[in-house]
């Protein structure tokens, strides 16, 4: 991290980051715009009330080159979520009949430990912009995919659906209401219109509100060996 204030050290990565290929190379991914990379979890003191905004967007706010920020922000560390795809893109790939849906996020340590807004709003935003709003999918469509697709995917057949033996895993969410409203800046925002959850037959949310319950467990595929 030392040699990130090295002058000559910042030239060599900026070349590379500009003209190499053949490495996972994400600002090229973005058309080397670094407008569309947004930052999350900004611990470099001087530039944390602008977490959630794009790079180009905090050089612009703090009148400072886009490559100077960069190279401060990387020292002291942040999350970069580089944004490469177009809606047009989404959308294309969502109408496939064997693309399913996920958030994408690992576990955290609460709502403020995302970094990202799909760990609180994915599946609501699919109902609310690409069923309700866009017409892209029908509604049986959307869910579909995001239950018995996904769950057949990790051959966990007795979750994704509603039938004699399956775990009891339910959502009821009102279509009507139903939306995202994590944003990068804030990504724990919780969903609304989600009514009732079960888990394992418990509820977790009732109403609209947590439960103390936790009947989760860990799921394994066919085959696994501990």
């Excluded at 003191?45 to 602008?50: D, E, F, I, N, R």
């Excluded at 180009?56 to 944004?83: C, H, M, T, Y």
């Amino acid at each position: 991290m030392r040699q990130l204030a090295d002058p000559e050290a910042r030239s060599g990565i900026r070349r590379e980051m500009e003209t190499e290929a053949g490495w996972e190379n994400w600002y090229r991914h973005v058309g080397s715009d670094f407008d569309r990379v947004v930052l999350v979890q900004i611990k470099a003191t001087a530039y944390a009330k602008y977490n959630g905004e794009t790079l180009a967007a905090i050089a612009r706010a703090s009148g400072k080159d886009p490559w100077d920020v960069f190279f401060e922000i990387a020292r002291a560390g942040a999350g970069a979520l580089p944004q490469s795809m177009t809606e047009a893109n989404v959308i294309r790939a969502m109408r496939e009949e064997f693309v399913s849906f996920c958030t994408d996020m690992g576990p955290a340590g609460g709502p403020d430990a995302l970094g990202h807004p799909r760990g609180y709003g994915a599946f609501p935003r699919i109902i609310a912009r690409y069923v309700r709003e866009l017409g892209v999918l029908s509604l049986e469509q959307a869910v579909h995919r995001m239950t018995a697709v996904a769950a057949n995917e990790l051959t966990l057949h007795d979750r994704g659906r509603i039938s004699p033996g399956a775990a009891a895993d339910l959502v009821v969410f009102d279509f009507d209401r139903t939306r995202d409203r994590s944003t990068f800046a804030e990504p724990g925002r919780t969903a609304e219109g989600i009514v009732h959850v079960l888990v394992n037959g418990r509820p977790v949310i009732e109403s609209g509100k947590p439960t103390a319950e936790r009947p989760g467990r860990v799921l394994r595929r066919a085959g696994y060996r501990g």
